[in-house]
């Protein structure tokens, strides 16, 4: 079992920055892939952005040159950088893991950006 705990979300105005935490505890050793998927409210999750193990990033169109995912590897963190923000980008954000097994998800955070 891998156990994700995230932090970082709150209220800010459009233009305004955030950073995103997702610590991961328990059976990380098997893990390939881990990032962030967001949900606004009457929309389907997406994903926001993806580290693997060997370093490389994916995002999402709606957030490209705007968001950057990096990890830490001492503290198994892995963060998530926003800055320009838009109001559209308000929802809840999720961490989540990927052991080739199965998908872990954490609690999830807010994110609100007011316009």
């Known amino acids: 079992q891998v156990r994700l705990v995230e932090s970082g979300g709150g209220l800010v105005q459009t233009g305004g920055s955030l950073r995103l935490s997702c610590a991961a505890s328990g059976s990380i050793i098997g893990i390939n892939d881990m990032g962030w998927h967001r949900q606004a409210p009457g929309k389907e999750r997406e994903l926001v952005a993806a580290?693997?193990?060997?370093?490389?990033?994916n995002y999402g169109d709606p957030v490209k040159g705007r968001f950057t995912i990096s990890r830490d590897d001492r503290t198994d963190t892995v963060y998530l950088q926003m800055n320009n923000l838009k109001p559209e980008d308000t929802g809840v954000y999720y961490c989540?893991?990927?052991?080739?097994?199965?998908?872990?998800w954490g609690q999830g955070t807010q994110v609100t950006v007011s316009s």
């Open positions: 580290i693997f193990n060997n370093g490389r990033a």
């Open positions: 989540y893991a990927d052991d080739y097994h199965k998908d872990y």
